[in-house]
């Protein structure tokens, strides 16, 4: 497998200019690409279909979490559809949600539904002519590729479009920017990738060069995806959104984005500025939880534990605070939704959420010690691929302290909800979900600032940190592609340890295998075309 793959191995590769990464990992996707096709002794010209858009799975994601407005969808051809339940997601063969329940203009459909990005993918994958697809009750798109009203069952019998972009809640631009399809469920491969021999024959040092620049490569891209929204916004927001963004989960990741708009920084800090310094955190969580619309009414609070003053007084001080913010932020209260808690176990409810949030603003607002600041201080002091393992644990340890928000002392330590039971006292967010921050939000917002300040030791030092990262806990997509790349072999010794590795796996799922977790058949090593290689 040595053909055509350059050798480079880790030590080059820790000092990589990271602006060049994404070209480089395509030129490897490329020389990686004819040596498959070679191997599987395959051409362009064999017919090997177009890779899919991956939008498709976003556009899943949608009908799965409800991201529309329901009262308003109506197919192609004018029947009100009604979702009563949007059906199991298939991680198997055949249509992607499998026993749903419809209403549409007033008769109740069970079934399955199929999506695509646009219409004409019913054709194109040949559903008009595969008699598993007879069971499908509704065609949901994200496009109309053409006019018609219907689609054509292999039985003859027709079926209802639904196109769902002018419906969508928020907007699609919001959804993509916010919505992480590797949340969405993923089954185990049925079988081993087409380039699963290949990888394996790789020289170790070639294979973590790849999955190396692939990582590296997936960074880049938040990155550019923070570049653009600073174009718009300032640092402070930035932080700001990315901060809240990154509490959500699945579709309420859109929900904490708009609230970040509504409740922008620095009119919070302005606020901040009227208030004791011992009552700005309840003053932000008022802003929050009142703009999304999360605080019930007093009567409809039953405090099961029956320390009933503990909340009055809590809800007290809330409201108090919120008659100041009220003719500010009156007019930009969210709509109400479940989306909320969409996936979510009761630790990680949006009331604790935004309780964690709120504290970790005091601390960005903190004109003594910023938060932000005394992170840019730790990580420019200290490069994390020079460090020995022991240094190595210290530093993270101390990284992550910051983020930490413990729940003594809070009304939202010891419950979930308003009124809820009380319990034990749990950190509001904990070690894990602050290695998350700081790896996913912070250092990436690290490197902008040092890109804009032209502090080449701080950006070389945050690019290192996030190389050297310690792995994350695993989601189902690094999982899958790990059992699809590699088999019961497993990845190479050591790499694995490293959240690189993991954002490795999440590139090569979504740049090479199209987002298709069913098969190879939008394999992009197959289909050379799509980067324009020869």
Not at 201 to 210: C, S, V
Not at 483 to 507: H, N, T
Request: net charge positive.
């Amino acid at each position: 497998m040595d053909a055509g793959i350059p050798r480079t191995g880790w030590q080059t590769m820790s000092m990589v200019d990271t602006s060049t990464a994404q070209e480089r990992w395509r030129e490897l996707h490329a020389a990686f690409a004819r040596q498959l096709q070679s191997s599987l002794h395959l051409r362009e010209s064999s017919g090997t279909p177009a890779p899919a858009r991956p939008d498709e799975r976003l556009v899943q994601a949608v009908w799965a979490d409800r991201m529309y407005r329901a009262e308003e969808l109506t197919t192609a051809s004018g029947k009100h559809v009604e979702v009563l339940e949007p059906g199991r997601w298939n991680t198997g063969r055949g249509p992607d949600f499998l026993g749903a329940r419809l209403r549409v203009a007033g008769e109740t459909l069970h079934g399955d539904v199929e999506i695509h990005v646009d219409s004409s993918g019913w054709t194109r994958h040949g559903h008009h002519q595969d008699f598993e697809y007879n069971r499908v009750v509704l065609h949901a798109v994200l496009e109309a590729g053409d006019d018609r009203p219907y689609e054509e069952k292999q039985n003859g019998e027709r079926l209802e479009r639904l196109v769902l972009r002018p419906h969508l809640e928020p907007d699609l631009e919001t959804i993509r920017q916010t919505v992480n399809v590797s949340d969405y469920p993923y089954g185990r491969p049925e079988d081993l990738g087409l380039c699963h021999e290949e990888f394996l024959r790789l020289p170790e040092e070639q294979l973590t060069e790849f999955l190396t620049l692939s990582g590296t490569a997936r960074l880049e891209q938040k990155l550019a995806r923070l570049r653009a929204q600073r174009r718009s916004a300032p640092f402070a927001q930035l932080i700001h959104q990315a901060l809240l963004t990154g509490q959500g989960f699945r579709s309420s990741k859109t929900l904490y984005f708009l609230l970040s708009k509504r409740v922008p920084f620095e009119e919070l800090l302005s606020h901040m500025k009227d208030v004791p310094a011992g009552e700005r955190v309840d003053l932000c969580f008022a802003a929050l939880v009142y703009t999304a619309r999360l605080v019930p009414e007093q009567r409809d609070i039953v405090d099961e534990a029956a320390p009933c003053e503990e909340t009055a007084a809590f809800m007290a001080r809330l409201k108090r605070h919120w008659r100041r913010l009220r003719p500010y932020f009156s007019d930009r209260l969210l709509p109400p939704t479940k989306r909320w808690y969409a996936g979510m176990r009761p630790a990680g409810f949006p009331t604790r959420r935004l309780a964690a949030v709120a504290v970790l603003l005091g601390r960005l607002a903190d004109p003594d010690r910023p938060l932000f600041t005394r992170l840019a201080a730790q990580v420019r002091e200290s490069k994390p691929s020079s460090l020995g393992a022991k240094e190595l644990r210290a530093f993270w340890k101390k990284l992550a302290e910051p983020l930490i928000v413990a729940g003594e002392d809070h009304y939202f330590g010891s419950r979930f909800t308003f009124g809820g039971k009380k319990g034990r006292q749990t950190a509001l967010l904990g070690e894990p979900a602050a290695r998350s921050l700081l790896f996913n939000t912070f250092l990436p917002l690290l490197v902008l600032q040092a890109e804009e300040d032209k502090d080449r030791r701080l950006a070389n030092n945050a690019w290192d940190a996030m190389r050297c990262f310690p792995v994350l806990e695993r989601n189902s997509v690094s999982r899958f592609m790990d059992r699809r790349l590699f088999g019961e072999a497993g990845a190479p010794r050591g790499l694995d340890k490293r959240e690189l590795y993991q954002q490795a796996l999440l590139k090569v799922f979504a740049d090479c295998c199209a987002h298709n977790e069913r098969s190879c058949s939008d394999c992009t090593f197959l289909s050379l075309s799509c980067w324009g290689a020869g």
